[in-house]
């Protein structure tokens, strides 16, 4: 059975740094596509940032470009990041992230993907 975890949320002023953390448990796989994804209150879920299973594709939404940065644990290969640098009010929201099997390019396509953690908050301060 899948299973994703985020953990690493929490209050965090803005212009400050917060690394959230994606285990990863279950795949038969070694390697799958990741997805970070993100709802604030009374909006839509959108899409953050998508990484391939080689990790040699990103993709990130324009709200979060350069601020940012999805990568991998590359020693236990399943522990995701999503590291958030100056982030702003606006990026309050519960953050998900999501998985699908290593040919799975739902997120690149702004899909959603099979399996989901249950969020972690995200709250940034003025």
């Known amino acids: 059975q899948v299973k994703l975890v985020e953990s690493g949320g929490g209050l965090v002023h803005a212009g400050g740094s917060l690394r959230l953390s994606c285990a990863v448990s279950?795949?038969?796989?070694?390697?799958?596509?990741i997805g970070w994804f993100r709802q604030a209150p009374g909006k839509e879920r959108e899409r953050v940032s998508c990484?391939?299973?080689?990790?040699?594709?990103?993709?990130y939404a324009d709200s979060v470009q350069g601020r940012f940065t999805i990568s991998r644990d590359d020693a236990k290969n399943t522990v995701y990041y999503l590291q958030m640098n100056s982030p702003k009010p606006e990026d309050t929201a519960v953050y998900y992230c999501?998985?699908?099997?290593?040919?799975?390019?739902?997120?690149?396509?702004?899909?959603?993907?099979?399996?989901w953690g249950k969020g972690t908050l995200v709250t940034v301060s003025s």
């Open positions: 279950g795949f038969t796989l070694d390697h799958y596509t």
């Open positions: 990484i391939s299973s080689s990790g040699g594709s990103i993709l």
């Open positions: 999501a998985a699908g099997d290593r040919y799975d390019t739902r997120c690149f396509e702004g899909r959603d993907m099979d399996y």
